[in-house]
């Protein structure tokens, strides 16, 4: 099975201060790893994902990742916060090789609320 | 349209009630999902579509939920005989592909909310 932990429900950091959204997983196959965003009353929308190739993972509006396979974490990191980046980030993993008998689901993590303040 | 449409965007029932929800995905999208997000709970997966069959229903979390998807498109989730435990919103997904080695397209949700 696979599994998504994030640490710290809400988030609060100052508009141009670094931001840090924690994501640890863990998985007993090499993994494919996703950070979505959800913004109020709307769908979510891929930041970026994690498929095997560089571990450092550029995705949009600034924000990266680092696939980190010792520490079992995809932690999102943005420089420089803006008011516009407040919203719900969700860590989510897949298992593309079909070992763990899951299905071809992504398995999420629980949400960190990002606020950013004046 | 050019992305996942959900109906109705909020549902409103009585518990004991039955209700459906519908997810129109991307033209083309064989793989569709459908998951719940539930407050501090983050998204529960419900059920995967390839097509028109579903490998895996593993998430439904009574047989008092159900889903299908016709030609291969359109599918709905049906809940029958609400309960106020029920009150979520419905998240459908789809995906060109496979679905877990790519990019799920969300739809907005249907927010239901059983009384």
């Known amino acids: 099975a696979q599994s998504v932990t994030q640490l710290g429900s809400h988030v609060s950091v100052s508009e141009g201060a670094l931001v840090l959204l924690r994501c640890n997983y863990s998985?007993?196959?090499?993994?494919?790893l996703f950070w979505y965003v959800q913004y109020p009353n709307q769908g979510l929308q891929l930041l970026l994902k994690?498929?095997?190739?560089?571990?450092l993972v550029k995705g949009i509006n600034g924000f990266e990742a680092e696939f980190k396979k010792s520490e079992t974490s995809f932690h999102l990191t943005k420089p420089s916060a803006h008011m516009s980046d407040a919203a719900e980030y969700f860590c989510?993993?897949?298992?593309?090789?079909?070992?763990?008998?899951?299905?071809?689901?992504?398995?999420f993590g629980t949400g960190t609320q990002l606020k950013v303040e004046l | 349209g050019a992305g996942v449409s959900q109906s109705p965007s909020n549902k409103v029932t009585e518990k004991g009630k039955d209700v459906e929800l519908r997810c129109d995905p991307i033209?083309?999208?064989?793989?569709l999902y459908w998951y719940r997000q539930s407050l501090g709970q983050g998204l529960e997966f419900l059920i995967y579509?390839?097509?028109?069959?579903?490998?895996?229903k593993s998430g439904l979390p009574s047989d008092r939920f159900s889903a299908e998807r016709t030609g291969g498109s359109v599918s709905t989730l049906t809940i029958q005989r609400t309960q106020q435990e029920d009150s979520a919103v419905y998240l459908c997904?789809?995906?060109?592909?496979?679905?877990?080695?790519?990019?799920?397209?969300f739809g907005e949700g249907s927010r239901l909310t059983v009384l």
């Open positions: 989510a993993v897949s298992d593309p090789w079909g070992l763990t008998g899951g299905g071809n689901k992504l398995t």
């Open positions: 033209s083309g999208h064989t793989a």
């Open positions: 994690y498929t095997s190739a560089a571990t």
């Open positions: 579509f390839q097509g028109n069959s579903a490998p895996d």
């Open positions: 997904a789809s995906s060109h592909g496979s679905g877990n080695t790519g990019e799920l397209f």
């Open positions: 998985s007993s196959v090499p993994p494919y």
